[in-house]
């Protein structure tokens, strides 16, 4: 048999580090967020560390999803980049509530702009038949960042003080940065156009890529127990007294590169929609292990079990919008897809926030609901795969 080209460019390398650099810059502080919040006073706002994060990143999609159909997929991840390196820099100059919400708010334009040209630009080099294991890749270095960053901030935090780990995480940023510089362009010439104003006139078709819905609904439904773990898990740690409020996030994402690393082509071989079907199931039950835990060991089981959903799902739905969406519009197709994310994660996390409000008895609603929008995502696949079936046969 003829042995396949390999995948794995210079290129491809480049933009893995660059992500690992990245994620791992606006990761390492959501563990301590909650508490550097709260020391304002603020603890009943702890839902909108995430939500307003998001939020931001949401309405930067469709810009970014624009701008990399136009000027290039290199200046919109530096773009990112830049937008983390200097909000991470400020967060030791903010001593008001007010002040933080709105650094957190303009902070979530770093995840709407840096993802939406990445994924772009790993389609534009890969063949299509390996798209569901560049992905794969591509997230295994992109979570080993938010692996190790929850991690980091928790240990810089404990043993300097928060104000140098807010100023490491700038330096992630800045570093990310820096390696994109010599990467080459994969925007087609004849799809470039100068910068201009104009090119932040948005309509609706920059807005949302239709093509894309089966992908958009499965990412938000899923995307949800993102937000609600985010919100209440640190608390949660200290509850069960757990000192190192990073430890859930460490064992999740390195759940989630086991599944990446053993089982990255399974999506290209076996199907978009079976693969997520796993992954729904899966998640559905570390929701409620989340929802019903007392213990270390079914924390530490809820959290392996986390980590595998986002091990499939994660590369599985960008390859499955790629797929779905017109090579042309890829930045609006992906952006479409990162929308859903950021809308399920932000909505995760205000209710969340605003159902916990401090009061441990509250902490199972959150989880009951996020379990119950995965079982939904699995009930959606399944009438798919149902449908795909039928059509194939007739």
């Given amino acids: 048999m003829e042995k396949q080209p390999s995948i794995y460019t210079t290129q491809f390398w480049l933009l893995c580090f660059s992500n690992f650099l990245f994620s791992a810059s606006f990761q390492m502080m959501i563990p301590e967020l909650p508490d550097y919040l709260g020391s304002m006073g603020g603890k009943e706002y702890i839902g909108y560390i995430i939500a307003l994060f998001t939020l931001t990143a949401g309405f930067a999609r469709p810009f970014s999803g624009k701008l990399t159909d136009t000027i290039g997929r290199v200046p919109v991840m530096a773009l990112g980049s830049i937008v983390c390196f200097v909000c991470g820099g400020l967060y030791p100059f903010v001593h008001t509530i007010a002040g933080f919400l709105l650094l957190r708010f303009l902070h ?21 038949d390996r798209r569901g294991e560049a992905q ?53 010439t004849s799809q470039k156009e100068a910068f201009s104003l104009k090119l932040f006139k948005i309509g609706w078709k920059d807005v949302f890529e239709p093509r894309v819905i089966p992908a958009f609904t499965v990412m938000i439904l899923v995307s949800f127990s993102s937000g609600v773990l985010l919100t209440l898990v640190p608390d949660q ?68 079990l986390f980590g595998f959903s986002w091990g499939f799902n994660t590369p599985t739905l960008m390859a499955w919008t790629v797929d ?71």
């Fill in 108 to 128: 979530g334009f770093s995840t709407g702009t840096k993802p939406t040209a990445t994924a772009a630009y790993v389609a534009d080099i890969i063949p299509e």
């Fill in 136 to 188: 794969g890749m591509l997230g295994i270095f992109t979570a080993t960042g938010m692996s190790i960053g929850p991690s980091i901030g928790s240990y810089l935090t404990d043993w300097t003080s928060i104000n140098v780990m807010f100023f490491t995480s700038s330096a992630f940023a800045l570093l990310s940065i820096l390696i994109l510089i010599n990467m080459r362009e994969t925007l087609p």
């Fill in 237 to 304: 740690t200290k509850l069960l007294g757990i000192s190192n409020k990073g430890l859930f996030f460490t064992i999740y994402t390195i759940s989630s590169l086991t599944v990446r690393l053993f089982f990255a082509k399974s999506s290209d071989k076996y199907g978009r929609i079976p693969i997520l079907m796993i992954s729904s199931g899966i998640l559905v039950i570390s929701m409620i292990l989340c929802a019903s835990t007392s213990s270390f060991w079914i924390f530490i089981l809820a959290s392996i």
């Fill in 324 to 394: 779905l969406s017109d090579e042309h519009y890829r930045g609006r197709a992906v952006a479409t897809t990162y929308i859903a994310l950021e809308a399920g994660i932000g909505l995760g996390a205000l209710f969340a926030g605003q159902i916990y409000q401090g009061k441990v008895e509250n902490i199972i609603i959150p989880y009951f609901l996020a379990a119950f929008f995965a079982f939904t995502s699995l009930v959606y696949l399944f009438f798919k795969q149902k449908r795909a079936i039928v059509l194939l046969e007739s």
